[in-house]
């Protein structure tokens, strides 16, 4: 693997970063290399030298569905914090990967565009929304998708960005179905409306979330994928397992999907409990929860 500073000339780097400080679950061990590219170009060139030099990578947004290892991650994490970038573009927005959805959100209902109103009290950024098509029960952030830009895995010679539809890309409900493609930017078609409308569905919609949410504790969100025609929440509840706890991690009392880090969780207590979770609501419903959280794997 070529020096570290090689990729630093790319995009600035710092080494031994805690993720801890970088996902809303506040846990995570050290990335070997944190890169924060500042234009989605340069994105695109960091991914095709680590490529090129294989050196292991992943992307990280706002980690606010992301778990990352107690043991901490070998090779490259790139963050996508300062690509913050929106513009108005023809009948929607266009947004750069690191784009925050609070400000997605902002931005849209001043200029009068709606479409966002769902994603209203969600962390994360424009690219980690797309991979995991954020949203909610009937609605995903793909569904006002006019393009996506990506950089496509196995990309080694010279910048390479692509365009998409979302026909062509085919998003499933909570899944962006990318492949290992990068999100560097996104265009999106978006329906002019009076603000004034788009604001009273905004705080509607908070309004709801915050009295069902446990949204003043350090969590992932959802930690499942709803089942198709059920909740997995209502199935975790009916579990019995609502309030369970594994060192600091528990199980809301408010909203049985969500985990949180009571403090001092450790990456080892959550995969613990919903492993615990998933067993107790298998037996009692005969149902398999599928995680929503991403969780990465414990270095060997
Ligand atoms: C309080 C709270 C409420 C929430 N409410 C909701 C909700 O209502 N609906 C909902 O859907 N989610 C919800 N979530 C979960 C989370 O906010 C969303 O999944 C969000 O879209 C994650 O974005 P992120 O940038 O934090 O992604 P991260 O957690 O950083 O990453 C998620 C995945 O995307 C990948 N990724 C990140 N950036 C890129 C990129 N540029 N290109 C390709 N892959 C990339 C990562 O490698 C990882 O696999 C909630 C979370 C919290 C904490």
Redesign the pocket.
Known sequence: MPSPETYAEIAPMRRDEPLSQWT?LRIGGNAEMFFEPHRPEKLADLLTALEKDDVPW?????????LPPDGGVAGAIIH?GNMRRIFRDGDGLRAW?GAT?PSLVHTAHGVGLAGFESLV?????V??????N???ADWGIWDEVYNVVLWMPGEREGLKMEEFTPEQIGPKY?DGN?NG???LEVHFHLEPQPPKVIKDRQDDILQRKNKS?P?SIS????AYKNPPGDSAGRLVEAAGMKGFQVGGAQISELHANFVLNRGGATAADVRSLIAQVEERVESESGIRLEREL?IWPEPL
């Open positions: 809303t992943r992307m990280l947004g706002a980690g606010a569905n992301t996508t990967a959805l009290g969600v962390p994360g950024h690219g980690g929304a797309i991979a995991m954020a949203g909610s909570r990318l493609a990068v999100v949410q949204v969590s992932a969100g959802c991403v």
